[in-house]
């Protein structure tokens, strides 16, 4: 089995991650502030959960420049962390089902509590496997956790991208020094239509069509 790189072999002691499944730094909340648009939310983020000290500037990125999500239908955020992405579009399409999807527990809690602080009952907060296979999205959006190693990043992709419904777009923030634009290239190696939406501050926004649907 090869190991992402910067990844430690579970059975090496090793810094923890904000990927990990149950983060080992002793638990720490804090609030941070969400303000994109009108949106201008209080979230609790925690130690071990990525962008624990402010909500992060590629996310900030994504939910500024992407476009406005479906009014209806299932959206996926794909890594929610403590879920100012899922959120965010969960506010803006509250006729919509947002599956906020993370293999953090830590995170996943997170997401529920402050899904239920910010009164948006649409957010569902799950584990990947949690989410009933049937189910097509009609967008997704995420700031992918590029730091798992490029390989598992594409195999998440694959695994996700194949489930976008007809039509639908997935929407991607990725820091350019840390591979957007290698990663734009293999998405339409892979036959994605691939679009750079925006380019600000060291991030890319990319709009990803699946052409087969
Ligand atoms: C870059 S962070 C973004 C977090 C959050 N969306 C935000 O904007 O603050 C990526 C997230 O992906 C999660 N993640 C890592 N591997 C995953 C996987 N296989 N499936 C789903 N989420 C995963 C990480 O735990 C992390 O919370």
Request: with cysteine; charged share 20%.
């Amino acid at each position: 089995m090869s190991i992402p790189k910067n990844r430690p072999p579970s059975d090496t002691p090793g810094p923890s991650h904000y990927f990990d499944p149950t983060p080992g730094a002793p638990s720490r909340p804090r609030t941070v502030f969400l303000h994109v648009g009108e949106l201008a939310l209080e979230l609790q983020a925690d130690r071990g959960v990525f962008g624990s000290r402010a909500v992060d500037l590629g996310t900030l990125t994504l939910l500024r420049e992407a476009p406005a999500p479906p009014t209806n239908g299932d959206i996926l955020d794909l890594g929610s962390g403590y879920g100012p992405i899922a959120i965010a579009l969960a506010r803006q399409s509250p006729q919509a089902r947002v599956w906020a999807v993370d293999v953090n527990e830590r995170a996943l809690e997170l997401t529920r509590a402050n899904a239920r602080a910010a009164g948006t009952a649409n957010v569902t907060a799950c584990l990947p496997d949690e989410v009933p296979p049937d189910i097509r999205f009609a967008a997704i959006y995420s700031n992918p956790p590029v730091r798992i190693g490029k390989l598992p990043l594409h195999a998440l992709l694959q695994r996700w991208l194949a489930r976008l419904a007809s039509g639908g777009s997935a929407y991607l923030v990725v820091q350019r020094n840390l591979g957007s634009d290698s990663l734009a290239a293999w998405l339409a190696s892979e036959g994605s239509e691939v679009q750079r939406l925006k380019s600000k501050k060291g991030y890319r926004v990319l709009a990803v069509r699946p052409t087969a649907t």
